[in-house]
């Protein structure tokens, strides 16, 4: 029985079924992390029972992000974990990214900043590597949102910005909405509150259209934060009140945490304690159960200003208490965590300087070998070939000549023309040698046209010329190929300004019938030659002009 492999689908599984629902929980995440979170954990028990590794690993980057989005950073930090392990199983490079961008998001809410960092860093390099500008963007808004969490507010935004702009180039809604939103939030960090107000009366409706209601969370919670700063308490009541529905329903805990801390500074703004006191407590629970440390340090300073109002001045110390406390550890957390952000910047900027260094040796290695091979390939030819006209020379021509020869008569018959210039000698000694050198150029490369690409010419020397015919059908093409020759000679030449006319003898062999061996077709067609050349002694044959 044969045995399927593990990323082999099974039979009767549609994998269009599995692309449809990755695509209806990508859009998910965003709108509904609750309703994410349950429809990619069934489509990754379908593709696991399916066999598609591949697929179960992208349903598994889908579930980190929307157990993320829940504040459940363990749960979601072994789902980006298992999808890391997939991609590197699959060689799924676009996947690997994606799982490490999402392990870094998530190590970066732990607190492990220099561990995000290096997690964001292999992301974008795999992103560039792959051609994934949509991945490198979304690594890129990351690593803003973790300046933002360093309290780098100013180069947070100014990376949002830069998100938006490219998403907007990319024509990607969604992280366009999402980028905005971002900026949003560091306005609000930087204290921009009329700014945060006027891009939320923008950016709302476009996100309640988009029903992208994770964002939509965050905008809000942000625009009551900038509205209470601002004195239009009601108003950022009534903003709490309305979105907290959506929060608890979407399961966004961290943003649930935020608006009820700003829901129970907006009472206390009022001097509504007693409407003050539960809010606060609830954000202190929220905060305390999925440990968003910050936002309980708020909410302990909170409860201590409440109930001092209240007049339990016992309960206020004890939050007080427990307020300075935990700001102690998350300020020396924080300059823990700063310091080793620090040092990983330092130690990942002096490997890419060590890449980049090791990269353009491995590029002058590479130009070094490719001019030692060029070289090699130039001495090569210099050794085969004329170094005035660029024609094989006498060794190379007798190693062709003797290749060929061994297949002589079973693949047709091999010819060899021997040619020599007649009236060269006339125009050396009347022009000079560089006119003959330039004649003999000439010569060459008219020869050269008149040939096919499988035959050979060479010059042994002087104003001598061989010619190697493979192939030939019958003994009569030698001489139909030497007459040839001859009349692309017939035509003048301009030496220097100079109307020059010369003639050829040429004689030819032919193997199998003039014998076998380069030697014996040699001497054969060089006879031949001499025997024209007597033939047509006393010819007087034309000066330059």
Not at 160 to 169: I, M, N, P, R, S
Not at 241 to 255: C, F, K, N, S, Y
Request: hydrophobic letters at 40%; charged letters at 25%.
């Amino acid at each position: 029985m044969t045995q399927r492999s593990p990323s082999e689908p099974k039979v009767g599984t549609t994998q269009a079924d599995l692309d449809v629902q990755l695509a209806r929980a990508e859009d998910l995440v965003v709108v509904d992390p609750k309703a994410a979170e349950q429809l990619t954990r069934e489509v990754i028990a379908r593709a696991q029972e399916a066999g598609e590794a591949l697929r179960a690993g992208q349903a598994g980057v889908f579930l980190g992000a929307t157990l993320f989005y829940q504040a459940q950073y363990d749960e979601a930090y072994w789902a980006f974990h298992q999808a890391l392990s997939i991609s590197q199983g699959e060689g799924d490079r676009g996947l690997e990214a994606r799982a490490l961008n999402g392990l870094g998001n998530v190590v970066s809410h732990q607190g492990d900043y220099a561990g995000a960092l290096e997690y964001f860093m292999q992301s974008s390099h795999l992103a560039l590597e792959t051609g994934d500008e949509l991945g490198r963007v979304r690594v890129l808004n990351n690593i803003a949102a973790l300046r933002s969490e360093l309290g780098e507010h100013s180069s947070a935004l100014a990376a949002h910005q830069e998100v938006l702009a490219v998403a907007g180039q990319m024509g990607d809604r969604i992280l366009s909405l999402v980028a905005s939103v971002n900026v949003l939030v560091d306005l609000c960090n930087l204290g921009n509150h009329d700014r945060v107000l006027t891009l939320a009366d923008e950016l709302v409706p476009n996100l309640q259209e988009s029903e992208a209601h994770q964002p939509l969370v965050v905008a809000q919670a942000h625009r009551a934060n900038s509205l209470r700063e601002t004195g239009q308490l009601e108003t950022a009541c009534r903003v709490v009140l309305e979105t907290l529905p959506v929060a608890e329903d979407i399961g966004e805990q961290m943003h649930l945490c935020y608006l009820m801390n700003i829901l129970a500074m907006t009472y206390q703004q009022q001097g509504q304690y007693a409407q003050a006191l539960p809010a606060a407590e609830r954000a202190l629970n929220l905060a305390q159960t999925y440990g968003i440390r910050t936002q309980e340090r708020d909410a302990l300073g909170l409860l201590c200003e409440i109930q001092e109002a209240l007049g339990d001045f016992q309960g206020a110390l004890a939050f007080l208490r427990a307020h300075y406390q935990l700001e102690r550890e998350l300020h020396a957390e924080n300059v823990d965590r700063k310091t080793r952000f620090i040092t990983a910047q330092f130690e990942l900027e002096t490997l890419r300087r060590e890449a980049e260094q090791e990269r353009e040796r491995r590029q002058q290695l590479l130009k070094d070998h490719s001019a030692l091979r060029e070289d090699h390939a130039l001495l090569r030819h210099l050794a085969a070939h004329d170094p005035l006209t660029g024609l094989a020379n006498r060794p190379h021509f007798q190693e062709r000549a003797a290749e060929a020869l061994k297949h002589a008569g079973e693949e047709g018959c091999v010819g060899l023309l021997f040619l020599d210039l007649d009236g060269f000698k006339a125009v050396n000694d009347t022009l000079g040698h560089d006119a003959g050198d330039d004649l003999l150029r000439q010569v060459a490369s008219r020869l050269r046209a008149q040939l096919r690409r499988e035959d050979v010419i060479a010059r042994p020397g002087g104003d001598e010329f061989t010619v190697l015919l493979p192939h030939l059908s019958s003994p009569d093409d030698a001489q139909r190929v030497a007459r040839k020759l001859l009349r692309a000679l017939t035509e003048p030449f301009t030496v220097y300004g100079q109307t020059v006319h010369i003639s050829a003898s040429v004689g030819s062999a032919v193997a199998p019938h003039d014998g076998l061996s380069f030697t014996e077709l040699n001497r054969c067609a060089d006879e031949a030659m001499y025997r024209v050349k007597r033939q047509r002694a006393g010819t007087k044959l034309p000066a330059p002009t």
